[in-house]
């Protein structure tokens, strides 16, 4: 069987890794704003693996310049790559993480300007402690990605560490004369094994980045993507649930439709959102726990009450008009004020449309009668007043 010097060996594993980063590089470039955390992965693996394969041709090491640009370089990719596991945990790595290593490491190798093996052991060294806070980041990532994916991720940096610290031994090894081997003997598979890790790596992080989109996507399946609160779809399905519930237990259960008054909506860039944002939290922080808001349209909001009887209701009602009312300008900059329809789910009615229906109409009898104001489904049946005059 034929066998592959230590040369044919390493220039295949690096020049295979640059062709397959560059080519991710050029896919992945026109949507870097979908995908930053893969963008600044892949220009880490370009770095590096350039790099790799130009000290390959060229045996960087012989001169303390190129050595230092060279090393430079490869941290600074290595940098790169810890900036995209920071990310994944909501935040950059600091920039000085990222520049202060590389830069050290040039200004210590240009003070061994006639010893190429400490050249090479301060290069060990600050790649495998980067390799190390990679490690480190990894397993503090955000706690939206699974604690196996971490672990895992974290394992792949712990084969760069055991390379780098395998080839300092080597060396090590060699100057205190413990080894007759020469230092590069075990490189070969010392830089294997560092591919391994990027490869295993760079697997990892795909994983990791499908887990967030499928849970991104479930998000946005079920919130309204500006508020947080839950759609329209999502809070008919949860209340179809909750009259099931009631249905079983015979329980009462009401529900609220709220819409901002026509007149009182900012027209200006971004006020409009501030507003909508503003009545979603307000419903949020007055509802109570077993209550389920969403949006239902642009301006109309509901809220499903279990067990809640129509007055209870009401009154619940009245403290969100209010709340509003004294806290839009404050907080979004704009007054603005609401109209709130509220039913009680009927015996016969066993989907939330039916009970919203009920609800729409009182809120649309609110606004005819001047907006700002809470308004029951039998008000119109039973001739009762508004429970909120106009102010």
């Known amino acids: ?42 220009q880490g693996l370009c770095l590096t693996a350039l790099i790799s394969l130009a000290n390959l041709f060229f045996d960087g090491a012989k001169t303390a310049t190129s050595s230092a640009i060279m090393g430079l370089v490869y941290i600074l990719g290595v940098g790169l790559l810890m900036d995209a596991v920071a990310m994944l945990g909501g935040k950059h790595a600091p920039r000085a993480v990222i520049l202060l290593p590389g830069i050290a490491l040039t200004c210590a190798q240009f003070l061994q300007p006639d ?7 301060l290069f060990y060294l600050v790649a495998g402690g980067q390799n190390i806070a990679c490690m480190v980041l990894a397993l503090s990532a955000s706690a939206e990605i699974s604690l196996r994916s971490r672990l895992l991720l974290a394992a792949g940096f712990l084969l760069s ?38 490869l295993w ?35 008919l399905s ?19 439709q709220l819409r901002i008054d026509d007149a009182t909506i900012p ?10 944002a503003h009545l979603s939290n307000t419903l949020a922080i007055t ?13 109309d909001f509901g809220a499903i009450l279990p067990d809640t009887p129509l007055e209870e209701a009401l009154r619940l009602a009245e403290r969100i008009r209010v709340r509003i009312i004294s806290s839009a300008k404050s907080e979004t900059g704009h007054a603005y004020s609401i109209s709130i329809g509220a039913a009680e789910r009927a015996a016969n ?17 609110a606004r005819a009668a001047g907006g700002n104001r809470v308004e029951a489904a039998e008000a119109r049946l039973f001739g009762r007043a508004a429970i909120s005059p106009p102010s």
């Open 349 to 365: 009615a066993l989907q939330p449309g039916q009970v919203f229906a009920h609800a729409e109409s009182a809120l649309l009898h």
């Open 238 to 256: 949860l209340g179809q649930r909750e009259i099931a519930r009631a249905q079983r237990h015979g329980h009462t259960l009401s529900v609220l």
């Open 1 to 42: 069987m034929k066998q592959f010097d230590h040369f044919t060996i390493v220039f295949a594993a690096q020049f295979a890794f640059l062709a397959l980063a560059l080519t991710s590089f050029l896919v992945i470039r026109g949507r870097s704003q979908n995908e930053p955390v893969l963008l600044r992965w892949i």
């Open 267 to 276: 027209r200006t860039p971004g006020a409009r959102e501030r507003v909508i």
């Open 287 to 299: 509802l109570q726990r077993q209550n389920i808001a969403g949006r239902l349209d642009d301006t």
């Open 115 to 121: 010893d190429i093996d400490s050249r090479w052991m």
């Open 201 to 235: 790596t760079s697997i990892m992080l795909l994983q990791i980045h499908f887990e967030r989109s499928v849970s991104v996507g479930a998000r946005l399946a079920t919130l309204d993507p500006l508020t947080g609160a839950y759609n329209r779809s999502t809070l």
């Open 161 to 198: 560490v055991i390379a780098f610290a395998w080839r300092a031994i080597d060396l090590t090894s060699h100057a205190l004369a413990f080894s007759t081997s020469t230092p590069g003997a075990h490189n070969a598979n010392a830089v294997l094994l560092n591919y391994m890790s990027l």
